[in-house]
């Protein structure tokens, strides 16, 4: 719910998915995030409040929000792990491919992130994972895919590894928050043991998955920005703050200014 100039992280995840032409969106929700469910839903009190006041576009903004899409909200009602909390929405997704967004990573793109996998898979009949290119030194925090033929931008998986040393890394492609799964990767998460941490990972059943049936990964067009990491935070108010007409230009001759006094 963090906000990135004036829209919390996880709209700009909704937003994608709704620009790729999907119309329901299931939230994994945990202990404490109610804000999430309030804040795409009606606000019966602020709405007249603002209807009263004559404040038609803030009115229309915030009614906005709530008309997004359809949304569906289930609890992890445990840490486990991503691969928990992607099977804590079985029941909900069914028999069907589906997209999996992590809103932490935040990507900027002339065509949204997210569909650029659909129509791969589209193309395919695969799941699809996105890859960036991470320095050598930064493999260590990412899964890591072994790739086998490639395509362009488009990679077959044949295996991936959690967090891998540099010198063990099987490549620098590392896998961030977007997935296109078959629905066969959720009895794949039901008999994937834990780690040391007691977490069931998503990557280990995308191992098996990719063992079983084709998996790809797609190095996406866009910038990724971390905004679970404190710099990546910043860096994503900033480059976003400056794309705005309202905002960009006063941002850019402060920083200017800035700039220059830092030498």
């Not at 780690?195 to 191992?207: C, F, N, S, V, Y």
């Amino acid at each position: 719910m963090l906000p990135i100039v004036d829209k919390p992280v996880i709209q700009y995840a909704v937003e994608e998915a709704i620009a790729s032409g999907i119309e329901d969106v299931i939230i994994i929700t945990g202990r404490g995030k109610h804000a999430i469910e309030d804040h795409f839903d009606h606000s019966v009190e602020l709405e007249s409040l603002l209807e009263d006041r004559g404040q038609q576009g803030l009115l229309s903004l915030v009614r906005q929000v709530a008309d997004l899409c359809r949304f569906t909200y289930t609890r992890q009602k445990r840490a486990l792990g991503l691969g928990h909390a992607v099977l804590c929405a079985r029941d909900l997704v069914g028999d069907e491919f589906f997209a999996v967004f992590l809103a932490d990573d935040l990507i900027v793109a002339r065509d949204p992130a997210i569909k650029q996998l659909i129509d791969v898979h589209r193309r395919t009949g695969a799941s699809v994972v996105a890859v960036l290119r991470v320095p050598p030194e930064k493999t260590s925090s990412y899964g890591v895919v072994k790739v086998g033929s490639s395509d362009g931008r488009i990679h077959e998986v044949v295996d991936m590894v959690e967090k891998p040393r540099p010198e063990k890394a099987p490549s620098n492609l590392a896998v961030i928050g977007r997935y296109v799964l078959s629905p066969r990767i959720f009895p794949l998460l039901e008999e994937t043991a834990p780690g040391a941490k007691g977490e069931i990972q998503l990557t280990d059943a995308l191992r098996v998955l990719a063992q079983q049936e084709k998996v790809l990964a797609v190095e996406f067009e866009g910038t990724r920005y971390d905004t679970g990491d404190k710099l990546g935070f910043v860096q994503a108010t900033i480059d976003l703050t400056l794309a705005r007409e309202d905002l960009g230009p006063g941002l850019r001759e402060w920083l200017k200014r800035r700039c220059g006094e830092l030498g």
